[in-house]
């Protein structure tokens, strides 16, 4: 690049897939009112439901709970809870860990859908939960053998 030539960079968005299923959509919209909806709304739910949420998306996302990650060993009583409810999972398939996830939100919060409605662009706006920064501090995670709730 030559003196007083610049370069521009478009950095454009992950679009959404043409063909995602209604199952994966309401799972992908579910995700980001979880990131992106009223932060409050979770810390006020108890402490079975805060767990199989993150149970359901901890399966859901990463597959069983691995060896060492079972609750045993951690120090914090709320996520010793959580990481048991990951591990009482067992085996159960990512798409059902899905429905389930999609189930007891709207079980404990019925209005998320409502809310999602409400800020459309939002949702339309960001990249799914797997995409982007999430998706490659996952892949480290699982290489390292590190974990961290996303």
């Known amino acids: 690049m030559g003196e007083g030539k610049s370069r521009i960079i478009t950095v454009s ?21 979880i990131g992106k909806g009223p932060s409050a709304t979770l810390q006020f739910l108890s402490e079975e439901p805060k767990s199989l949420l993150y149970a359901y998306k901890s399966q859901a996302l990463d597959g069983p709970c691995p060896n060492g990650q ?25 798409s059902q860990a899905k429905r389930e996830f999609v189930g007891l939100l709207t079980q404990v919060l ?24 999430s998706g490659i501090l996952r892949e480290f995670f699982k290489r390292t053998g590190l974990r961290a709730s996303l």
């Open 70 to 94: 079972d609750g045993s060993l951690a120090i914090d009583r709320a996520l010793r809870v959580k990481q048991e409810a990951w591990k009482a999972l067992g085996n159960m398939p990512k």
């Open 13 to 33: 968005q992950t679009p959404k897939p043409k063909n995602m299923n209604p199952e994966e959509e309401e799972w992908r919209t579910a995700m980001l009112f």
């Open 110 to 133: 019925p209005e998320w859908k409502e809310w999602c409605k409400d800020h459309e662009e939002l949702v339309d706006k960001e990249e799914g939960p797997t995409d982007g920064a």
